[in-house]
């Protein structure tokens, strides 16, 4: 009997062996199978989580463009992508926050160009019980609700952008973001342009000292977080607005009108800021009668002179369909459409991209 | 004889001198039990390196810092320390006499059918995941508290500074009280071992003496099995110090000490899963390990304590008045 104990266990044993050397086979260059994969270019990259849903879908579609060309996109954060592309750990890079002198000085491999991805709406969403539908918020009011200054909603200064709505005897519970976000950093890129006081005791950045608020986790921590606690106001992307089904805020821009968070208040708000060469810019609070003032570009990272020419090329030629028939994508995911004159100017600057001196898009 | 030779050979104990097969598995074993060793040291000296940047240029101030600031380059790790400490010892509070209570029911008064069906539960409390519970705690522990609970506290005693403030649900208490829950299963299991493994002898001593059965359990179980019961405490508060998801999804994550249970707070773990991703700057990376490393103290610290506790108490007399 502990023979055939002994045998049944060399059985199994065996087994499990023979399975997990099956995975190995398939990766053998020398068989006709694998050379043929040999030919597949792989791109990594990584970065911000604001754009993962469009570049994600927007990878799958381009499978039917190009299907040898794998790409791997890893939505862990733009500090992490700014921090991989320095490194050169990562083919390519997705941020929120474009790279600052700093973090441009000390990259290991040459310049990196930053190339807009498309454009990210953020509202204003809030929680009061028989809420008026179109709370009118103004830039000074909001930026003291976020800095604790205001802390209850039948106020004063919020009473009148907003005649005749009776507030309830609420006391605001502001809800932000805990991790880093790119959100984040619109968000307070707007409040700092805004507000002198902002800027100077808050600033921007993805991850900040919030004078007050609770932190949820993600565009959805917060979402839950608003949708939860009556008398709560935060700040999310357009499509968790939505989908949740959550009020927001009419703003007021910088003509003076006032605006519900859309896609068409991105665009306008694209199309009338001045874009400069290098693309780094931030455009809250844009000038044009129609623009919303919270909305920001995501930019992908990528270095000037590539040092793989074959990688390099389908990069470029990936990014160049991302900005022209990418673009169809956007809307659907409620993402805003890249400016047209803007998109001219980023194909010339992907024309610019180099590898061995010699230009790899046409 | 050669019986006679082998039995010396175990009872002097001269392990290197064994068969080959003996040697190779002392040999073995000793690898294993030195390599946990050298990997604690070498993710301590890993964590010193990679904090070296932020301790230079903070110091102690960083300890005893209460400005959590990445876009003014300010780090002070006070409020973390202050939040993961209340939460765990709050939740070592609620679930130590709770955990004791469970297990002190399972082996002293339960029937056999229902002792297997409760442990069976208890200790699938432990089997579910993190996040899972912190889900719960978002969409059901939270408004039951915002609601219920917090308010009911303010009423009543509202004159403590412990529960004064806003109701909000996301705070200190629930973290608190979301960690009880985990690390209930922890203590319960351990105690019952430990409970279990009195001498029945002294059980039958007390009740011959005339002890009811409270008087039983107090006087002839719980002094023997102390020192293992504290063990068990002291494996919870472990768990409780070093858990991440459940506590950042309803503490509320806002680096401030405020004298209330209500109030938002934030714990070192929940900082460091939030803030890691989109560290940008080499000091704000290394300060977040640095926070790390303190906490990785304050387990070691705690652990030490809690050895040296469970010693005292095991030293002290056994059953009887202690």
Redesign the interface.
Same mark, same amino acid.
Do not use: C, H
């Given at each position: 009997m502990f023979v055939k104990k002994t045998k049944f266990l060399r059985g199994i044993l065996t087994g499990i062996l023979a399975l997990s050397m099956v995975g190995c086979g398939a990766q053998n260059p020398s068989t006709p199978e694998g050379q043929e994969r040999a030919k597949q270019v792989t791109l990594t990259g990584a970065g911000s989580t604001f754009v993962y849903p469009l570049l994600n879908q927007q990878i799958e579609a381009y499978r039917k463009v190009n299907p040898s060309l794998v790409i791997n996109y890893q939505g862990?954060?733009?500090?992490?992508g700014?921090?991989q592309v320095s490194e050169q750990t990562i083919d390519f890079g997705a941020t929120d @926050?474009p790279m600052t002198d !700093?973090?441009l000085k000390a990259v290991k491999g040459g310049t990196v160009v930053q190339v807009p991805l498309t454009l990210g709406v953020v509202a204003v969403t809030y929680n009061i019980p028989n809420a008026p539908k179109q709370l009118k918020l103004g830039p000074q009011v909001l930026a003291d609700i976020f800095l604790g200054t205001i802390t209850d909603w039948n106020d004063q200064r919020i009473a009148v952008d907003n005649p005749g709505v009776i507030f309830p005897d609420l006391?605001i519970?502001v809800a932000r973001r805990? !991790? %880093?976000?790119g959100t984040t950093y619109i968000f307070s890129d707007y409040l700092s342009s805004i507000s002198a006081a902002w800027l100077s005791k808050? +600033?921007? @950045?993805?991850?900040?000292?919030?004078p007050v +608020? /609770? @932190? @949820?986790?993600g565009n959805a921590?917060v979402a839950?977080?608003v949708q939860?606690?009556p008398g709560s106001i935060g700040y999310v992307e357009l499509a968790y607005a939505v989908h949740n089904k959550l009020s927001f805020a009419t703003l007021l821009n910088r003509e003076g009108k006032w605006v519900v968070p859309s896609l068409k208040g991105a665009s306008s708000a694209a199309v009338a800021s001045k874009i400069p060469a290098d693309m780094r810019v931030s455009i809250v609070n844009a000038p044009g009668a129609d623009a919303y003032p919270i909305v920001g570009f995501t930019w992908a990272l990528l270095y000037q002179d590539q040092k793989d020419k074959a990688k390099g090329s389908a990069l470029v030629k990936f990014l160049n369909w991302s900005i022209h028939d990418g673009q169809s994508l956007s809307e659907g995911l409620l993402y805003a459409k890249l400016p047209p004159d803007l998109v001219t100017l980023e194909e010339k600057m992907l024309k610019t991209i180099t590898s061995e001196g010699q230009p790899l898009l046409k | 004889m050669r019986k006679v030779e082998e039995s010396e050979n175990m009872s002097k104990n001269k392990k290197l001198t064994g068969s080959l097969g003996d040697k190779t598995f002392c040999l073995l074993t000793l690898f294993m039990a030195m390599s946990v060793l050298v990997l604690m040291v070498w993710i301590g000296w890993q964590m010193v390196d990679s904090a070296r940047p932020s301790i230079a240029k903070f110091g102690f101030s960083f300890v005893t810092g209460r400005?959590? !600031?990445?876009?003014?380059e300010?780090f002070g790790a006070l409020p973390f320390i202050y939040g993961t400490l209340v939460t765990s010892f709050l939740a070592l509070i609620i679930a130590a006499p709770v955990g004791l209570g469970v297990a002190i029911f399972l082996n002293e008064m339960a029937t056999s059918k229902v002792r297997s069906v409760i442990a069976f539960l208890v200790e699938m409390l432990a089997a579910i995941p993190s996040v899972v519970y912190g889900l719960w705690g978002?969409?059901i522990l939270?408004?039951w508290l *915002?609601e219920t609970v917090e308010p009911g506290l303010a009423k009543w005693l509202g004159f403590i500074p412990l529960f004064q403030g806003?109701p909000? +649900?996301?705070g200190m208490l629930a973290g608190g009280l979301i960690l009880a829950v985990m690390i209930l299963p922890t203590i319960a299991a351990i105690s019952r071992e430990v409970l279990a493994a009195v001498p029945n002898e002294q059980r039958e001593a007390a009740l011959a003496l005339g002890a009811t059965k409270w008087e039983m359990i107090r006087i002839a179980v719980l002094p023997y099995a102390k020192s293992g019961v504290l063990g068990g405490v002291m494996l919870g508060l472990g768990r409780a110090l070093g858990e991440t998801m459940a506590v950042? /999804?309803v503490i %509320?994550? *806002? =680096?401030d000490i405020l004298s209330s249970l209500f109030a =938002?707070a934030?714990s070192i773990a929940?900082v460091i899963?939030?803030?890691f991703?989109?560290?940008?700057?080499d000091l704000?990376l290394s300060a977040l390990v640095e926070i790390g490393l303190i906490l990785f103290g304050i387990t070691l610290i705690l652990n030490v304590f809690a050895r040296v506790l469970v010693w005292s108490v095991a030293r002290g007399p056994r059953g009887g008045l202690s």
């Open positions: 862990n954060g733009s500090g992490t700014i921090k @926050g !700093d973090q006391k519970a805990s !991790d %880093g976000s808050v +600033g921007k @950045g993805t991850s900040l000292n919030w +608020g /609770m @932190g @949820g986790k921590g839950s977080v939860q606690t | 400005v959590w !600031d990445p876009v003014k300010q978002i969409f939270v408004p *915002r806003t909000l +649900g996301f950042t /999804m %509320g994550n *806002r =680096p =938002p934030y929940a899963a939030n803030e991703t989109e560290a940008t700057y704000y």
